[in-house]
């Protein structure tokens, strides 16, 4: 089988010759390490190897946002409403480099009220970390909550999903990345005051899933109408987990309104994978009555909650398992025992009653080195996998 058969096979529950193998966002991004930019830590050399092995020797799984250059941004400037540039009435963005730093700072003005986020991204590092959320009380989302909805109107074209999976051929698939109402109302705030007003402020969080939801939900049909029988990773569901919130509370701010999103998706021949870090045990219950067809990362003790063992005896007949590799490990481990978790995640996801399992990490290097030990640990994913019978 090619990677895009073995990769379909798996999520239709059918027959594969081997189980799949991804590198999640080595090779479900497109990272370019020709690119001189300072900020991007891929043109390391140390990467090369790393990106070469991912794109010659796994199944891709190419992440693409609909609507976003890349899945992770806030706001893509090509979004504005370009009639009115309603947003610009609003909004403010702000970069700057400061001790060799690039600083964004949004600003928003509404109800005689101003709004301000900072977020910073350090050149050795591929994250943002957000140093002021937007949102800080009960005052500022019923401000955030005056802003007319067409400031978050989308102009959804599809042409580079078609173009994205012609190009890619046989060695993969698309998969489209969605945040779901939860994760764009969680990152409105520090976790803090998420969590403390997620049980606190009801009443103003479903005003604001509910006005989120609009623009999340709309694009989502049409995308899923447009660019049908397609995987979907859809993140925002762990901000709502154990040991944060309780599972009660799962089902009234995801399943509620991340559900419509799944039914939107699977009635449409596509597959909505959730996305889920930590303790997940309390909730594979509900993400099953939303009818997903898939799951990630599935991490392992202590950093979850749950093995990938049990996860395929009470689920793997409904839910296509992606996992169970901890990045902690693929970076810290030595080989020799790294092989052994590998093993065991090839035997529990794949033994008896399962639709399918994808091998993949939790998550990837964000440094700008690669480690040889990191290098190793990839190749033996590689090597296990394409030489694993069951």
Known sequence: MNQ???LMATLQGKPVDRPAVSFYEIG???SDPNDPDKFNVYNSPSWRPLLQLAEEKTDIIRMKSAVRRHSHEAWDASQKNSSQNIRD???KIDQY???NSKFTKTTVNIADKTLTSLTRRDPHLDTIWTLEHL???????????QLPDDVFHENIDITHLVEEDQALGDKGIIMIDTEDPICAVASLFSMEDFTILAFTEKNLYHQLLEKV???IHKRTEKVAEEFPGHLWRIYGPEYVTEPYLPPQLFEEYVVRYTGPMVEMIEKNEGFARIHAHGKIKNILDYIVQMGASAIDPIEPPPQGDVELSYVREKYGKDLVLFGNIEIVDIENTPNNDFKKNVSQALIDGTKGQSRGFVLMPSASPYGRDISKTTMKNYETMVELTENFNG
């Open 135 to 145: 949102l800080k009380n009960t005052d500022d989302i019923k401000a955030y909550l």
């Open 97 to 99: 480099i400061e001790n």
């Open 89 to 91: 009435e609003f909004f």
């Open 4 to 6: 895009r058969q073995r």
């Open 213 to 215: 939801a609009r623009y």
């Open 28 to 30: 479900g991004f497109a």
